[in-house]
């Protein structure tokens, strides 16, 4: 039983996260609405970034997790919060590797949903402007 | 060596006193139901729900504009360029940036996702010209219409034709 317990505790948090992303229609909307320019994998391509373990470095801050949220393709695309919040944690865990944290919070609909209302319009000047700060900031605590 | 073995007997003899064979089963049948509870893990979860076949049973004509696939195509065929469905004619370079669409394939019944990558870098091949348009969107929905040009993220900007190639299953929310 202590046995168990133990798996329980140590899978519990990761079932429960994976709980929230329908895998199938998570890709089926990435495809639709993300891919056509980032590419199956997320590599991307010419000026399009790349998000394969990549992305996980915006969460370091709350701006760069704002972030993932207000960029145009995100914050103005056609799908509902619900969707948008399950397509980014699907990157984030599909693609996301090493720059990922095991224990990052996922995105709520609340929270993309109160996000999107301020799309970016000059994306990457901010995008330049917030790896440097991610940079500094992890060169801090590295000191 | 002597020390060695006797740690090992020592540590042998210990858990055969303080342990039964009921507890080994209780600890393996832990681990087992523990196991179990691998699948849920994201990516295991997502390799497992590719349920659609990837390569779906098709019948029809690939150089003609009524094949399933074309549903939402606004170009030359590349079937009919040198190409075909899923590959670009020699000489040209398939473009990493697309337009993605959805068909309902008439043999199964069932949506997919078709990726529509252009073939760049010769100038237009002129030949089966077909504009089907079904998902298409006005131009300021730039992800969703075909009428710009998704020769991007290649060497050359030229369009030549275009492929319909089978990426996936679409999601069906019923």
Redesign the interface.
């Given at each position: 039983m202590r046995v168990l317990l133990a798996i329980l505790i140590v899978l519990g948090p990761l079932a429960g996260l994976a709980a929230d992303i329908n895998p199938q229609r998570a890709k089926f909307h990435y495809q639709m609405h993300c891919e056509g320019c980032h590419t199956p994998d997320g590599t991307g391509a010419m000026s399009v970034p790349r998000m394969k373990d990549q992305v996980g470095l915006f969460l370091e801050t709350q701006s760069g997790r704002d972030y993932l949220v207000r960029v145009p393709g995100s914050a103005i695309s056609a799908l509902n919060d619900e969707q948008l919040a399950e397509v980014l944690n699907w990157i984030l865990v599909e693609m996301g590797g090493d720059s990922v944290a095991a224990d990052f919070e996922p995105y709520t609909a609340n929270e993309v949903g109160d996000l999107r209302v301020e799309p970016l319009n000059e994306v990457e000047r901010y995008r330049s402007q917030l790896l440097l700060e991610i940079a500094e900031q992890r060169s801090r605590q590295a000191n | 060596m002597k020390i060695i073995d006797r740690l090992f007997e020592r540590k042998a003899r210990s858990l055969a006193q303080h342990s039964s064979r009921r507890s080994m089963l209780?600890?393996l049948?832990?681990?087992l139901?523990?196991a179990s509870?691998?699948p849920?893990?994201?990516?295991a979860?997502?390799a497992s729900?590719?349920?659609g076949p990837t390569t779906p049973q098709e019948e029809g004509d690939q150089t003609s504009c009524d094949y399933w696939r074309y549903c939402a195509i606004d170009g030359f065929l590349c079937s009919c360029c040198g190409g075909t469905a899923n590959s670009c004619p020699p000489g040209t370079e398939m473009s990493?940036?697309?337009?993605?669409g959805?068909c309902r394939n008439p043999v199964d019944g069932r949506n997919y996702?078709i990726?529509y990558n252009d073939c760049c870098g010769k100038s237009g091949c002129g030949s089966c010209l077909c504009q089907r348009d079904e998902g298409d969107r006005p131009i300021y929905?730039s992800?969703?219409t075909n009428d710009v040009n998704w020769c991007?993220?290649t060497t050359s900007s030229t369009y030549h034709c275009s492929s319909a190639i089978v990426?996936?299953?679409?999601?069906d929310?019923k």
């Open positions: - | 209780r600890g049948g832990g681990f139901v523990g509870a691998l849920l893990l994201p990516v979860r997502e729900a590719q349920t990493p940036i697309t337009w993605i959805t996702v990726s929905r992800d969703k991007l993220g990426v996936g299953l679409a999601f929310n």
